[in-house]
T-cell receptor
Framework: AQKITQTQPGMFVQEKEAVTLDCTYDTSDQSYGLFWYKQPSSGEMIFLIYQGSYDEQNATEGRYSLNFQKARKSANLVISASQLGDSAMYFCAMREDTNSGYALNFGKGTSLLVTP | DTEVTQTPKHLVMGMTNKKSLKCEQHMGHRAMYWYKQKAKKPPELMFVYSYEKLSINESVPSRFSPECPNSSLLNLHLHALQPEDSALYLC?????????????FGPGTRLTVT
């Protein structure tokens, strides 16, 4: 079964606008972590933001924030004030306690294109 | 220094060749990982090393052989590869293997098997 679902294969946003990338997850664990990574065309995976299942506040890192809705099992990434350099593939990922924290389960990704 | 380095950046090899990919980190991280990523797909975990010991082998064919000579270095030895092994190979490290530890990725090695 798919652990991480990203339903938007591709998204467009205009420069300086905000954009939300969707992510839903499936787990029966109480303890888990959710991550977002950015992958530009160069290939490197860049860590953006982390949300723990017990964290009561939504995580924020600069222009990135994570809209964590535990009951709905969603962990959407919000990018504010988009920049041209934000054009990249974005992956949502989860680590579960039952995997002893080893494996990151990645979603299929969302390709974001920021236009001038 | 929050960098994971990988060499080479690109590699083309024939099916009978033997080559190695190298990964290095100097962040004092105790866990290191190899991932394989095909075009337009998410990364797939291949191996996990924790405290220089192989912890996870995700049923990877024996033509891929990992090695962790020390806590900073991770190698992936390649032998008798198939064209379908062509992919981006990503190395990552993390302070530990627990849930909250983000993984820091290197830039990857783009491998083409001819």
């Amino acid at each position: 079964a798919q652990k991480i679902t990203q339903t938007q294969p591709g998204m467009f946003v205009q420069e300086k606008e905000a954009v939300t990338l969707d992510c839903t997850y499936d787990t029966s664990d109480q303890s888990y972590g959710l991550f977002w990574y950015k992958q530009p065309s160069s290939g490197e995976m860049i860590f953006l933001i982390y949300q723990g299942s017990y964290d009561e506040q939504n995580a924020t890192e600069g222009r990135y924030s994570l809209n964590f809705q535990k009951a709905r099992k969603s962990a959407n990434l919000v990018i504010s004030a988009s920049q041209l350099g934000d054009s990249a593939m974005y992956f949502c990922a989860m680590r579960e306690d039952t995997n002893s924290g080893y494996a990151l389960n990645f979603g299929k990704g969302t390709s974001l294109l920021v236009t001038p | 220094d929050t960098e994971v380095t990988q060499t080479p950046k690109h590699l083309v090899m024939g099916m009978t060749n033997k080559k190695s990919l190298k990964c290095e980190q100097h962040m004092g991280h105790r866990a290191m990982y190899w991932y394989k990523q095909k075009a337009k797909k998410p990364p797939e975990l291949m191996f996990v090393y924790s405290y220089e010991k192989l912890s996870i082998n995700e049923s990877v064919p024996s033509r891929f052989s990992p090695e962790c000579p020390n806590s900073s270095l991770l190698n992936l030895h390649l032998h008798a590869l198939q064209p379908e092994d062509s992919a981006l190979y990503l190395c990552a490290s993390s302070p530990g293997t627990g849930i909250p530890y983000e993984q820091y990725f290197g830039p990857g090695t783009r491998l083409t098997v001819t």
